[in-house]
């Protein structure tokens, strides 16, 4: 994998998938409140649904690559891929419960945990992290145990639902560090089918085991889970991992916080969900600790890594 320094610049294609994709993820956690049917059965239908829209082209335009990463030296690439995807499952077996469990705001809040846990995965892979970060990681971790704190006195639902959104943060981290590593060379359309049905797989076999229903929602469940899977799931998810090719996951993990004021404002219209006074300070930081996670961790000198085949363009 290339060093960050020899990442390719982010360009206004980029800049711009980026920013749709913000938009399109902040209204994820007010879909899953909205709609009336099991959180893992949602979780497991928009994953379903972007492979089924997704492979017919990249298996009519990717063959080859889906050929090269089951031989040789193509299967460490196509190993990230599906262990990416085992993540990407750990994160919505574990986020979206906590979407219908808590309000849209905390469970967003505490999701964009993520880039806190970025950095700890980092520093394991021996990139060194300066003073400021771990700081921002105080704060943060300060911010969380308050905005978890506000739903103390609400219910043990609530509190069950901060950390379930809390350990989905964690996944979501895992995942992006996964998807970095298998983006350098493999193109979006691949990677993310394959992610997408290795998650959709252990998803199926976790509501098959665990009795959740899958088919007979209502009209208005199937419009929601169908404008999950074409926001947050192919808008969303799809072109975030798109910039990972230019973009480091680190950045990518704290530009998704950018879903949290987002999801909030869409909680508060459309569901009526006004965020308790506690959980907004802990929300507020919450946010400025990983922001000063981020931009200190700009300060650490990057480490080369193996340099692996060129990337592809999309």
Same mark, same amino acid.
């Given at each position: 994998?290339?060093?960050? /320094?020899? @990442?390719?610049s982010?360009?206004?294609?980029?800049?711009?998938?980026?920013?749709?994709?913000?938009?399109?993820?902040?209204? /994820?956690a *007010?879909l899953?409140?909205?709609?009336?049917?099991?959180?893992?059965?949602?979780?497991? $239908?928009?994953?379903?649904?972007?492979?089924?829209?997704?492979?017919?082209?990249? !298996?009519?335009? @990717?063959?080859a690559?889906? &050929?090269?990463?089951?031989?040789?030296?193509? @299967?460490?690439?196509?190993?990230?891929?599906?262990?990416?995807?085992?993540?990407?499952?750990?994160?919505?077996?574990?986020w979206? *419960? /906590?979407?219908?469990? %808590?309000s849209?705001?905390?469970?967003?809040?505490l999701?964009?945990?993520?880039?806190?846990?970025?950095?700890l995965?980092? &520093?394991?892979?021996?990139?060194? !992290?300066?003073?400021v970060? $771990?700081?921002?990681?105080?704060?943060?971790?300060?911010g969380?145990?308050?905005?978890?704190?506000?739903?103390?006195?609400?219910?043990?639902?609530?509190?069950?639902?901060?950390?379930?959104?809390?350990?989905?943060?964690?996944?979501?981290?895992?995942? +992006?560090?996964?998807?970095?590593?298998?983006? %350098?060379s493999?193109? +979006?359309?691949?990677?993310?089918?394959?992610?997408?049905?290795?998650?959709?797989?252990i998803?199926?076999?976790?509501?098959?085991?665990?009795?959740? &229903?899958?088919t007979?929602?209502?009209? @208005?469940?199937?419009?929601?889970?169908?404008?999950?899977?074409?926001?947050?799931q192919?808008?969303?998810?799809?072109?975030?991992?798109?910039?990972?090719?230019?973009?480091?996951? +680190?950045?990518?993990?704290?530009?998704?916080?950018?879903?949290?004021?987002?999801?909030?404002l869409?909680? $508060?219209?459309?569901?009526?969900?006004?965020?308790?006074?506690?959980?907004?300070?802990?929300?507020?930081?919450?946010?400025?600790?990983? %922001?000063?996670v981020? !931009?200190?961790?700009r300060?650490?000198?990057?480490t080369?890594? *193996?340099?692996?085949?060129?990337?592809?363009?999309?």
């Open positions: 994998m290339p060093s960050p /320094s020899h @990442r390719p982010p360009d206004p294609l980029t800049t711009g998938a980026v920013g749709l994709a913000v938009v399109a993820v902040s209204s /994820s *007010p899953i409140a909205y709609a009336a049917a099991p959180a893992l059965a949602i979780a497991f $239908w928009r994953n379903l649904l972007a492979v089924a829209v997704l492979s017919p082209f990249s !298996l009519a335009r @990717r063959r690559e889906f &050929r090269r990463l089951t031989v040789g030296v193509g @299967r460490r690439e196509g190993l990230f891929c599906v262990l990416s995807g085992i993540a990407l499952a750990g994160h919505f077996a574990t979206v *419960p /906590s979407a219908q469990l %808590t849209v705001a905390t469970s967003t809040a999701v964009a945990t993520q880039p806190v846990w970025q950095g995965i980092a &520093r394991a892979q021996g990139r060194p !992290l300066p003073q970060v $771990w700081i921002g990681i105080a704060v943060a971790v300060g969380a145990v308050i905005a978890t704190g506000a739903d103390v006195g609400v219910s043990g639902r609530a509190v069950l639902g901060d950390v379930l959104a809390l350990t989905g943060g964690m996944f979501a981290a895992v995942y +992006t560090a996964f998807g970095e590593r298998a983006r %350098t493999i193109s +979006t359309t691949t990677y993310t089918t394959i992610c997408y049905g290795i998650c959709a797989l998803l199926l076999v976790m509501c098959l085991v665990g009795g959740v &229903r899958l007979g929602f209502d009209g @208005r469940t199937w419009l929601a889970i169908l404008a999950l899977v074409a926001g947050a192919l808008l969303g998810h799809s072109m975030f991992n798109y910039a990972l090719r230019k973009i480091p996951a +680190t950045t990518v993990s704290v530009l998704i916080l950018l879903e949290a004021p987002g999801a909030a869409l909680g $508060w219209a459309w569901l009526g969900q006004l965020p308790r006074p506690y959980a907004l300070l802990g929300m507020a930081l919450l946010l400025v600790g990983v %922001t000063v981020v !931009l200190g961790g300060r650490a000198a990057p080369a890594l *193996p340099t692996d085949p060129a990337p592809l363009d999309d």
